[in-house]
T-cell receptor, first 116, second 111 residues
Framework: GAGVSQSPRYKVAKRGQDVALRCDPI?????LFWYQQALGQGPEFLTYFQNEAQLDKSGLPSDRFFAERPEGSVSTLKIQRTQQEDSAVYLC??????????????FGPGTRLTVT | GQNIDQPTEMTATEGAIVQINCTYQ??????LFWYQQHAGEAPTFLSYNVLDGLEEKGRFSSFLSRSKGYSYLLLKELQMKDSASYLCAVRDRGGSYIPTFGRGTSLIVHP
C-alpha cells in the first residue's frame, strides 16, 4: 500500500509569510509525529498525535507553530510569520501505535522549507 | 531527556566492515532504534533493540549494552549504496514513548 506522503515537497516562503504543510499517514496508523530536521542533524521532535488528540507538543519551538489532525488521519503543520531559522526539512512519520509494544515509525519524504 | 552521541562522519571501503557507535544517557530506557537516511530521502527503519545482545539481519547487525548505555550498528560487505546517514534513536519510558534521535553518522563508502 501507499506510504506516508507529504506535500508540498518544496516550499519557498518570504519571511513573515504563513505556510501550511500537509501529511497523509499510512491508512490505519493511529500515531502521527512531526519532526524538524536541519541540515546535517537528526530529526528533532515537534509534536505527536494519537488519532485526533495532540498528546505531546513539547517540541514546538514557538507559538508560531501549530499542528492539527482534526479527523485522526491527515495532519497539517502550520507555521505563522515564518522566520529564516524555520528553514529546514519537516518530516512526518506514522506508526500503528506508540507504546511499549510497538515501535517502527514510517517516515514521509519531508517538506523542504526555505524562508528567504 | 536523552543525551545521544554518535560520530559525525565515517569512511570505509567497498566490501569492508564498519561499526557505527552510539552512546546514550537516559533515565528510563525503553528501546534503541537505528534508521538509515539517504540524502534527500526519508529515514527508513533498520533495527530495534530493547534487550542486551546482538540482533542480526542480513548484512546489518545491531548490538546493545544497557548497562553501558551503548549500541553499535555493524555493516558487513559494504556496498556503495550503503553511503548514507545512520541515525541512532532512543526511547524513554517517560513522556510518550517517543524516540529521540541523535544527529546521525554520515557514512561514505568508496571503491
Amino acid at each position: 500500500g501507499a506510504g506516508v506522503s507529504q506535500s508540498p515537497r518544496y516550499k519557498v516562503a518570504k519571511r513573515g509569510q504563513d505556510v501550511a504543510l500537509r501529511c497523509d499517514p499510512i491508512s490505519g496508523h493511529v500515531s502521527l509525529f512531526w519532526y524538524q530536521q536541519a541540515l546535517g542533524q537528526g530529526p528533532e521532535f515537534l509534536t505527536y498525535f494519537q488519532n485526533e488528540a495532540q498528546l505531546d507538543k513539547s517540541g514546538l519551538p514557538s507559538d508560531r507553530f501549530f499542528a492539527e489532525r482534526p479527523e485522526g488521519s491527515v495532519s497539517t503543520l502550520k507555521i505563522q510569520r515564518t522566520q529564516q531559522e524555520d528553514s529546514a526539512v519537516y518530516l512526518c512519520a506514522s506508526s500503528l501505535l506508540v507504546g511499549q509494544n510497538s515501535y517502527e515509525q514510517y517516515f514521509g519524504p519531508g517538506t523542504r522549507l526555505t524562508v528567504t | 531527556g536523552q543525551n545521544i552521541d554518535q560520530p559525525t562522519e565515517m569512511t570505509a571501503t567497498e566490501g569492508a566492515i564498519v561499526q557505527i557507535n552510539c552512546t546514550y544517557q537516559t533515565s528510563g530506557f525503553n528501546g534503541l532504534f537505528w534508521y538509515q537516511q539517504h540524502a534527500g530521502e526519508a529515514p527508513t527503519f533498520l533495527s530495534y533493540n530493547v534487550l542486551d545482545g546482538l540482533e542480526e539481519k542480513g548484512r546489518f547487525s545491531s548490538f546493545l549494552s544497557r548497562s553501558k548505555g551503548y549500541s553499535y550498528l555493524l555493516l558487513k560487505e559494504l556496498q556503495m549504496k550503503d553511503s548514507a546517514s545512520y541515525l541512532c534513536a532512543v526511547r524513554d519510558r517517560g513522556g510518550s514513548y517517543i524516540p529521540t534521535f541523535g544527529r546521525g553518522t554520515s557514512l561514505i563508502v568508496h571503491p
